[in-house]
Structure formats: structure tokens, C-alpha cells
């Protein structure tokens, strides 16, 4: 039972325009919400969360929207940048705990 | 830099011979996870230590072990591979949930 799923594998952009990740939840306990960025042969890095308080949080060219009532939240980068390729991957935090699930992944390509 | 280091980054095993991964931290975090993840899915939470405490996760293998003998180190053994633990072992430390984990860069396990 997968309780966060990314339903795009793939996604290919161009540069300079949006990149719109999407991941949806089915806990209802989860209460914090993180984006992963991954390269290949390397450990996920941190990019941007947000509480369930919230239904926007900004960094810079990275914003996230949580719509808690849809349980789904996406990730927007915006202008793409051809370094922006990788593996994004979603992770929810139950309210209380400190362990992240992960959806499975979308794999963003930015062609210049 | 404060970091997650993981060794070696590429691992291969015979089918059935014991193998241990090793993961060490600067950052002094309190807790310490393992994740497994295969092609194109979502890391899998094996265990995670809060300190000293040990806590698995109810699906986890008994062929999975791990050792924390202090705070900057942690060890995954398994003790008799088989073909299916060919993956990607992430480790992953975190002192606060707002703060995300910093993960490792992980080691990739090959199973002759």
C-alpha cells in the first residue's frame, strides 16, 4: 500500500519554462512534507518543505503547494534550468514522527 | 563540511556471503536510518536508530542487521545475501523533522 505516489515517472520540459512535479498522499496523519532532489550516483539532497499549516512555501525558483482537502501537493520550478535534471522524489512525515515515506519518483529532464 | 559518508560506494557479494556497509556522520544528529531502494522505487525504510534505541521496521528481513556502536557510526550487515538485496543502500541521519535528513550518497550492492 503505497500512502505517497508520484503518478509521472517522466516528465521533459524545456529550459527556461515551468517544471510541475505532482505527488499525492493517502495518510491522513502526515503532517510536514518534503521534495528530495537525486542525481545519479548520489544520495538525495533536500529541496523545500512544508507543514500542513501552510499551502505555499517559496525558495527562490522552487514554490510547493499543498492542497491538504485533495491531499496533493506539487512542486513548481520556474525558470527550469538544464542543472534542474534529476530524480525528484516527495516524502511525507506523519504528525508526531521523524520517518519519511517516499513516493516512488518522476524523473524531470530540462532540454536546453 | 559536516556530511554523511557512506562506504564503499559500490559494494559486489557473492550470493550468500556476508556483507557489511558502513555509514558515518559529522553532524552529531541523533538519529540514524537505512534505506533500501530499488530501480525506479521509492527508498524503502529498513531501520533507524534514535540514539541507541533500534527500531525495525515490521517488514524488514531478519537477513537485514545493524549495528550503532556510537554516535557517528552505523552499520548495515546482511548476513546472507540473496539476489533480490541488489540494490541501492541509503543512509540517512536527522536531529530535526523541519530540517529533513541529510543522506549519504549511498552504496550500490551487487549480488553475484
Known amino acids: 500500500d503505497q500512502q505517497v505516489k508520484q503518478n509521472s515517472p517522466s516528465l521533459s520540459v524545456q529550459e527556461g519554462r515551468i517544471s510541475i512535479l505532482n505527488c499525492d498522499y493517502t495518510n491522513s496523519m502526515f503532517d510536514y512534507f518534503l521534495w528530495y532532489k537525486k542525481y545519479p550516483a548520489e544520495g538525495p539532497t533536500f529541496l523545500i518543505s512544508?507543514?500542513?499549516?501552510?499551502d505555499k512555501n517559496e525558495d527562490g525558483r522552487f514554490t510547493v503547494f499543498l492542497n491538504k482537502s485533495a491531499k496533493h501537493l506539487s512542486l513548481h520550478i520556474v525558470p527550469s534550468q538544464p542543472g534542474d535534471s534529476a530524480v525528484y522524489f516527495c516524502a511525507a512525515i506523519r504528525n508526531a514522527g521523524n520517518m519519511l515515506t517516499f513516493g516512488g519518483g518522476t524523473r524531470l529532464m530540462v532540454k536546453p | 563540511d559536516a556530511m554523511v559518508i557512506q562506504n564503499p560506494r559500490y559494494q559486489v557479494t557473492q550470493f550468500g556471503k556476508p556483507v557489511t556497509l558502513s555509514c558515518s556522520q559529522t553532524?552529531?544528529?541523533?538519529?540514524m536510518y537505512w534505506y533500501q531502494q530499488k530501480s525506479s522505487q521509492a527508498p524503502k525504510l529498513l531501520f533507524h536508530y534514535y540514539d541507541k534505541d533500534f527500531n525495525n521496521e515490521a517488514d524488514t528481513p531478519d537477513n537485514f542487521q545493524s549495528r550503532r556502536p556510537n554516535t557517528s557510526f552505523c552499520f548495515l550487515d546482511i548476513r546472507s545475501p540473496g539476489l533480490g538485496d541488489a540494490a541501492m543502500y541509503l543512509c540517512a541521519t536527522s536531529q530535526d523533522r523541519h530540517a529533513g535528513y541529510t543522506f549519504g550518497s549511498g552504496t550500490r550492492l551487487t549480488v553475484v
Open positions: 553532524l552529531n544528529h541523533n538519529v
Open positions: 512544508i507543514s500542513s499549516i501552510k
